[in-house]
């Protein structure tokens, strides 16, 4: 009988023999930016010519579904049923990459070419995300190779949309519930704490983008004529901006305050170190009476992420009619996710900037979730990766970023347990992507593990 131990050589095997990067290679060729409407054919592609054989692979039957939004792609469905009384395991990938930014790559790096320099192979969706679900179904076939059954059921969505907010994919898992119906979601996406210690994370940080516009009137006057007479809309939104943040980025507004950074939040925060980072964290930024970890896993940031008044590539002396700031929330548990507008519109008339325009953004993103770090679900995937690897991995309350797991929670009521296997400094939604091999050898044998446990007759939670 094929013990665990024989189904980790097997998958270092699979790594030691180059197949790994040549599967990477493969799906890392394919451009599908889901953010360019003429790359749409390419999501289809890589759903029908890659994934399609991996999940038949697994036993799988797979059926691909068009996305009732039209700003979505299409969704490949899984499904391989071992018995009706076996726990049922969902996982969860997507084939969609942000942009490729192609100019902007150092020499000798292409984004759809999988380029390896030492411990780093280098591509666009190497990190997000499919090396991440390249890792999970390389693991899945090397279990049911090893055993001959992975001793629980399999279902796997593959979408191409998460990059532009998982459009359709809400309303898919409405339409499909009874066919999505699961005991646990197992999946990955995100990077690790640091790159050498195994992570787990159980739920997300929400976000929501916004416009902040002052609109004065129409056109440019002469700065000279006009200079003490005219209001000047990029000096209103910048007081404006101030009055949400202060110059440390504390958050003002009363409502974006979350109110569940618990003691015992706190406890599970605290054992998320944070480590070196590259660009170094900006200690004096942020919430004053927060450690640097309590602002990005517990609590609330607010950015500007593009702000533009007149024309900065070749000003004039003039005032200009209109400023306009493209702001984001990130937010916790704790937030009410159907007042941050709101809120923020009562604020800014409480401040004197009723000629504030906010209008949300046409992106949709997704909602905050965290599911309890004690679960036993948490508990179960978290001792079979401390048996693997020898140590216990890092537990977050929620990662600091977000992906679509209030689809998972909220609609399907599934505890979801994500375990990560990139890392802060890959250049996620950047130039020169990519992953560290080390840490892929890593999640291999973990997910190996795990899924070889998962199958073990001992009692589910």
Known sequence: MTTRDEALSGIRSYFDSGDFIQDLARLVSYPTESQDPERKPELKRYLVEEMQPLLGALGCETELFENADPRGGPILLGTRIEDPALKTVLTYGHGDVIRAQTQDWRAGLSPFELVVEGNRAYGRGTADNKGQHLVNLAALKTVLKARGRLGFNLKVVIETSEETGSA????????????LAADVLIASDGPRIQADRPTLFMGSRGAINFELAVRCREGAHHSGNWGGLLKDPATRLAHAIASIVDPRGQIKVPEWRPTSLTPAVRD??????LGNREPPIDIDWGELDLTP???????????????????PEAPVNAISGHAAATCQLRYVVGTDPDDILSALRRHLDAHGFADVAITPADRVFFKATRLDPDHPWVRRV?????ATTGRPPVIQPNLAGSLP?????????L????????????SQHAPNEHV???ACLSALELMTGLFWDLGDPAPAP
């Open 168 to 179: 359709g994919l809400a309303e898919f898992f409405r339409a499909q519930k009874h066919r």
């Open 415 to 426: 505890p979801t347990v994500w375990v990560p296997h990139s890392y802060p400094g890959c």
């Open 293 to 311: 970890a309590e602002r990005v896993f517990g609590w609330n940031s607010f950015a500007v992420l593009a702000m533009k008044s007149g024309v």
């Open 382 to 386: 978290a001792a079979s990766i401390t």
């Open 436 to 438: 560290l091999l080390d």
């Open 405 to 413: 797991n209030d689809s998972f929670t909220d609609i399907l009521g």
């Open 268 to 273: 599970a925060i605290a054992d998320c170190p």
